[in-house]
């Protein structure tokens, strides 16, 4: 496997599998998304699952470009080793979040949620290395998370997007972020060698 194959595993596989799903057969999409009921009935593997379908092509191309804009900005700050428990926190954490803190939520599916956790922890973890941009992606990221809460969605977007945007899931998934990356222990960050670039 070449350096830049292995580099980027991570976000080839989910993107992958995110592909894959969009034409698998709608049982397939139900028995992973996410459900409280079957949930609550100890269907306990939903709590990872839901970030790999999607309400349609364009729910899931808007996910993928997210995951890469994060992944070709990000990549170089911890190991692959790193990134897979960064994405096991962030994907499950979402979901039982959500389960806990929004009871009225029936049903999800998608991974903003999670990638918004990703942005804010690699943000927060360049921060702490010292690069000073990453502060204000985090300034415009936690705008765009918090502005619809004051505004209101649009029913616009909504309705393009095939299903409502769950911003709680954005909300959940920005703390966590922010929590995990203050508490990642910081000699397993590694500074970026364009970080002048970045300050």
Known sequence: MSRTLQKYAIPLILSHICIILIFASPKL????????LAVNDGEFWRFLT??????????????????????????????NSDWLIWFALLF?????????????LEHYVGMSGALYGLIAAAAVGELRLGVKLS?????????????????????????????????EAHIIGFIQGLILGLSWPKHRLRKPKDAKAKI
């Open 50 to 79: 839901p970030n790999f379908v999607h309400l349609g092509l364009w729910h899931t191309l808007l996910n993928l470009a997210g995951l890469w804009f994060t992944m070709l900005l990000f990549i170089n700050l911890i190991k």
């Open 92 to 104: 499950i954490g979402n979901i039982v979040g959500l389960h806990l803190w929004v009871p009225s």
């Open 135 to 167: 502060g204000l992606l985090l300034v415009i990221v936690g705008l765009k998370i918090f502005l619809p809460q004051l505004l209101g969605s649009e029913t616009e977007y909504n309705e393009w997007l095939g299903g409502n945007v769950i911003e």
């Open 29 to 36: 999409n139900l028995w992973l998304a996410y459900d409280r």
